[in-house]
């Protein structure tokens, strides 16, 4: 079973950074991709970000340029670096990791909250 464990949220100013951490256990962390997702109240879940065991990364517009999301194969471990927040980033964070091949292999961390508030 795989399991995902995010931490690094809170309450920052706007302008402010935060880094996000997603643990994962209980498989072999390079074969999968990782993201990051986020959901606000009222909305629907969006991307954030994904990177694949190359390295190679994937944004949304809204984030571009802002954040940086890594990965260490070795911690099996994915970061979202977060600069320039501002008050619409606040949202629920997940971290996701996914094979792209094995579609029943989609698992979800429980979300760790980033408050952008002055």
């Known amino acids: 079973q795989v399991q995902l464990v995010e931490s690094g949220g809170g309450l920052v100013q706007p302008g402010g950074s935060l880094r996000l951490s997603c643990a994962a256990s209980g498989t072999i962390f390079s074969i999968y991709v990782m993201g990051w997702y986020r959901q606000a109240p009222g909305k629907q879940r969006e991307l954030v970000a994904t990177?694949?065991?190359?390295?190679?990364?994937n944004y949304a517009d809204s984030v571009k340029g802002r954040f940086t999301i890594s990965r260490d194969n070795a911690k099996n471990t994915v970061y979202l670096q977060m600069n320039s927040l501002k008050a619409e980033d606040t949202a629920v964070y997940y971290c996701?990791?996914?094979?792209?091949?094995?579609?029943?292999?989609?698992?979800w961390g429980q979300g760790t909250q980033v408050t952008v508030s002055s």
């Open positions: 996701n990791a996914h094979h792209t091949l094995i579609p029943r292999w989609d698992y």
């Open positions: 990177i694949i065991n190359s390295g190679s990364t």
